[in-house]
Structure formats: C-alpha cells, structure tokens
C-alpha cells in the first residue's frame, strides 16, 4: 500500500500562508503518475472535508470555501503533492490530510492553525 507523509503544518496569523506537502512512498515514479490526490482537512468535532482535488489527467477541483485561495500541484516526478494555502482564515484550522484514491491510502494528517 501506498504509505503518505504529509508535512508543512504550522501555526500562522489571519491572511498568512503555508505550503503543505504529501510524499509518497512505497510505490514508483511511473505508478505515482496515475493517482488521483487529494487533500482533506477534519476541524474539531466536523466531519473531515475535501479541500482539492488533484487527477492524474492534470484537472484540479476545489471546495467553495478554498477556491481561489488554495492551490494544489504536483511533481510526479519526486512523488509529492502540495497544497499551497494562502489568505488563511481562523476556519482554515483543521488537521489536513493528504489522499491517495486507488489504494484508499491516507497520511497521517498535519496541523494547521490559524489565529487572529
């Protein structure tokens, strides 16, 4: 199975940004370019929620309350996924999660903070 760590996390001010990063591991390069990726995120006592979307055909999908201010991106070639997030708000605080669809694999989550 696929194994995923996420990093990036931290704690930043209203309007800051944070670049969070996936690396995958446990497959190869030429595998890592058919998965579709993902980053969700799970706040305290909310169900955890899909934050974007990225295809192995190079579409990208974001949530509402993310478009616009997020920006996901890949480079197959090291096996990495990111998640660029910038204007940050208090509602971005969650842990986020990086996803890996075909073998349902999932990191284990890194903590975003956003304060005031």
């Known amino acids: 199975q696929v194994q995923l760590v996420e990093s990036g996390g931290g704690s930043v001010k209203d309007g800051g940004s944070l670049r969070l990063s996936c690396k995958a591991s446990?497959?190869?390069?030429?595998?890592?370019?058919?998965?579709?990726m993902a980053w969700y995120r799970q706040a305290p006592g909310k169900q955890r929620e899909l934050v974007a979307r990225?295809?192995?055909?190079?579409?990208?999908t974001y949530s509402d309350s993310v478009k616009g201010r997020f920006i996901i991106s890949r480079d197959s070639s090291k096996k990495v996924v990111y998640l660029q997030m910038n204007s940050l708000k208090s509602e971005d605080t969650a842990v986020y999660y990086c996803?890996?669809?075909?073998?349902?694999?999932w990191g284990q989550g890194t903590q975003v903070t956003v304060s005031s």
């Open positions: 996803h890996e669809e075909r073998s349902n694999s």
């Open positions: 446990r497959t190869i390069t030429s595998v890592f370019w058919g998965f579709d």
């Open positions: 990225s295809s192995s055909g190079g579409s990208t």
